[in-house]
């Protein structure tokens, strides 16, 4: 990887190209959960709010117009991967019982934590209605797998009994599933259109891209300020789960460290100076450092997959979000 592409790339930036069709996609998103049901109507509308920046929409329709055009069905495509993304979120947000995303009230605090359930498997059951009348079996295919794998990860999380036995290669299979498998669905159903070398090779950009992401993400719960990251810092601590910086930190923690780690993981609501002291070991053993090296590597190998493609201003602008994912801050 060539090192101007470390350089600061926002999402503005890699959104610059392709506003009218992202507006499009927010008007099929508001169609696609449009509901009579008053209920579901106000919870659509706090939804609409705290949906985020549209990242994955973003690399849909980057990966359509990198491989031969603008599909008239990628606006629709993009909004079910949004509806798709947002259901975890507030399904994730209903697990975990957390009461704030993205500096913002959840579902699952402004109503319940039933009302948050059911509202996940309402955008679910809508996104599979768009995929159903799209009427294309491959997408339906990428996004019903993607949907499993989601879920998958969702019970190998469940399932750590032990966080401090958990490995790199769980960590590796957990984000795989949790987190790149939508966004490596995001690039796939993208390039639908596309020859199958080049439909193959945006997924593998997109479950590195992914992994990358995560990744940053893990980092940035240690380094970030709350009114940055919109959530609490520390917030995979304090929930008890273990990332790849602390993976990578703990074979070097001392005796005293280690012991101050259990007792946080013991202790339902860890204090703030317990959260403190991790951080500081995880710090201090380079874990941060070589959590940020994995996300790099990750980086080059997906910059490598974009290869393949016709060299198009789409094409560079899916390599720059990959300086995208590594440098943002929230």
């Known amino acids: 990887m060539t090192l101007p592409l470390l350089g600061t790339v926002s999402l503005a930036d890699l959104q610059a190209g392709i506003e009218p069709r992202l507006a499009q996609v927010e008007t099929e998103m508001r169609r696609m959960i449009e509901a009579d049901f008053p209920l579901i109507a106000d919870i659509n509308q706090h939804l609409l709010r705290m949906r985020g920046k549209m990242f994955r929409p973003t690399l849909v329709l980057l990966a359509d117009e990198a491989t031969g055009g603008r599909s008239s069905h990628g606006a629709t495509l993009a909004a079910v991967i949004e509806l798709i993304h947002l259901a975890t979120l507030v399904h994730d947000d209903a697990v975990d019982h957390s009461v704030l995303r993205r500096g913002m009230p959840t579902i699952n605090a402004l109503f319940s934590h039933q009302v948050s359930v059911i509202m996940g498997d309402f955008l679910y059951s809508r996104a599979v209605v768009e995929l159903v009348r799209y009427g294309d079996l491959s997408a339906l295919a990428i996004l019903a797998r993607v949907t499993n794998e989601m879920t998958i990860g969702e019970m190998r999380q469940l399932l750590a009994h032990d966080p401090l036995a958990f490995t790199e290669e769980q960590y590796d299979l957990l ?156």
């Open 175 to 330: 984000i795989k599933a949790k987190t790149a498998s939508l966004i490596s669905g995001a690039c796939e159903v993208g390039a639908l259109a596309a020859p199958p070398q080049q439909r193959r090779a945006l997924a593998r950009f997109g479950e590195k891209l992914g992994m990358a992401f995560q990744i940053v993400d893990d980092l940035l719960d240690y380094t970030a300020d709350e009114t940055v990251t919109g959530k609490p810092s520390g917030l995979d601590l304090r929930e008890h789960k273990v990332t790849l910086p602390l993976i990578y930190a703990l074979p070097r923690f001392s005796i005293a460290e280690r012991r101050g780690l259990e007792a946080l993981l013991r202790n339902p609501e860890p204090a703030d100076a317990e959260i403190a002291d991790v951080v500081a070991a995880v710090a201090g053993h380079g874990g941060l450092e070589q959590a940020r090296e994995r996300a790099q590597r990750l980086v080059v190998q997906a910059e490598a997959d974009l290869a393949v493609l016709p060299e198009t201003p789409a094409r560079e602008t899916l390599r720059a979000s990959l300086a995208y994912v590594l440098e943002r801050r929230r």
